[in-house]
């Protein structure tokens, strides 16, 4: 199959955005670790990048029909892994949270990977009814592929990655052909059991953030400070920002966690309004090819994975970018490719290479 597709149609404009990004990312976190004890963090998302771009000409070249076909093996060593990862010494606990497998130096997310996972279930779920209109049964078996893995992701507790989970199932019905009435449904009961998991479904500090959302004043020493200090950082801009390493809330570490979840305020702090604007446009013209590569798609199954992907990082930006300006709740996520972390990078650069096998075969008969 290898042999029907050729190279001279990658998408090179997309991966130029994708680098583009990266390298972005990477001068951000040099300035973010310039005065702590992660100063070398900006090398290793170096190598995290690399590896993940040798990864997607790598997977580039995996017939994604292929991989609908064994979506069933996938999912459920998905789910062991994240079964796996909540038993005590097999998965590392750190910040209170269980999340991650410990190996050599470095430590992988079994949840990112689940991503792709449940985008190419719900690939091959939709491609297989091949109905133009999503009946209730749609709705249940979509909501139970999701539901398990969002389960055990919410027991790490992970609640911003489960969440995540939640953007590949509306995506997937709604190319499905979701009907109003039963999405009117959906959101009825999702409302009427909003209270209950309020109360007895989220953990203390989860209730905390939901409170700080509201009101981040009520405690400005504790529970609000995260959000309080990135507004001032994002504020401290202004239109130009203050310059690479030069700002005062991120170099003073007044901004928490300023490589990874609030990356987006310590950039915005030193390249200002027009940076920011310049980032969100970059981010706005790969999720406009990813969708014209949807709409290229040689299939109904290559179709919902590319719009399974733009969803994943459509949730993403607007949540992390919504976190840091007040509008949204502390989630933990991180904004992709330009927050730390390898997990992230290659959950993103496998989807890239999957998109790119597609867009390959949009010609191979």
């Known amino acids: 199959m290898a042999r029907n597709i050729s190279f001279r149609d990658f998408d090179w404009l997309l991966l130029f955005l994708v680098l583009l990004i990266c390298a972005v990312g990477v001068v951000q976190i040099y300035s973010a670790t310039l005065n702590t004890k992660f100063v070398d963090f900006h090398i290793r998302q170096i190598y995290w990048v690399v590896g993940g771009v040798a990864l997607m000409f790598g997977v580039s070249r995996i017939n994604y029909q292929a991989l609908l076909e064994r979506v069933p093996i996938m999912y459920a060593l998905s789910v062991a892994s994240l079964v796996a ?18 190996f050599g130096g470095g430590h992988f997310q079994p949840s990112e990977w689940v991503k792709l996972v449940l985008i190419l279930a719900m690939a091959k779920y939709f491609a297989d009814t091949r109905s133009e209109e999503g009946e209730l049964r749609d709705i249940i078996k979509a909501g139970l592929l999701i539901f398990v893995p969002m389960l055990l992701v919410l027991a790490e507790p992970d609640m911003g990655t ?44 989860q209730r905390n953030r939901l409170l700080t959302f509201v009101d981040p004043e009520a405690d400005p020493d504790h529970k609000g400070y995260q959000v309080i200090q990135s507004k001032i950082a994002v504020g401290s801009g202004g239109i130009t920002g203050k310059g690479v390493a030069k700002g005062t809330q991120t170099q003073g570490s007044f901004l928490p ?50 719009m399974g992907v733009v969803a994943v990082l459509t949730f993403h930006v607007l949540i992390n970018v919504g976190m840091v300006v007040g509008f949204m709740p502390v989630t933990g996520i991180p904004l992709p490719l330009m927050s730390y972390g390898g997990s992230s990078v290659l959950f993103t650069f496998l989807a890239l290479g999957i998109v790119m096998n597609i867009r390959m075969r949009r010609f191979v008969n």
């Open 162 to 205: 489960a969440l995540t989970y939640t953007s590949i199932a509306i995506m997937g019905l709604f190319l499905g052909g979701l009907k109003f009435k039963h999405a009117a449904v959906v959101i009825l009961i999702a409302a009427l059991c909003a209270p209950i998991a309020y109360k007895y479904g989220l953990k203390e500090y």
């Open 257 to 306: 966690i300023a490589q990874t979840d609030f990356i987006a305020a310590a950039y915005a702090e030193e390249h200002g309004l027009v940076g920011a604007l310049l980032l969100l446009l970059l981010y706005f013209m790969v999720l406009m090819r990813l969708v014209h590569n949807a709409q290229t798609a040689p299939d109904r199954g290559g179709t919902f994975i590319v």
């Open 85 to 102: 990862v909540l038993i005590p010494h097999i998965g590392k606990k750190a910040l209170g949270a269980r999340r991650w497998f410990a």
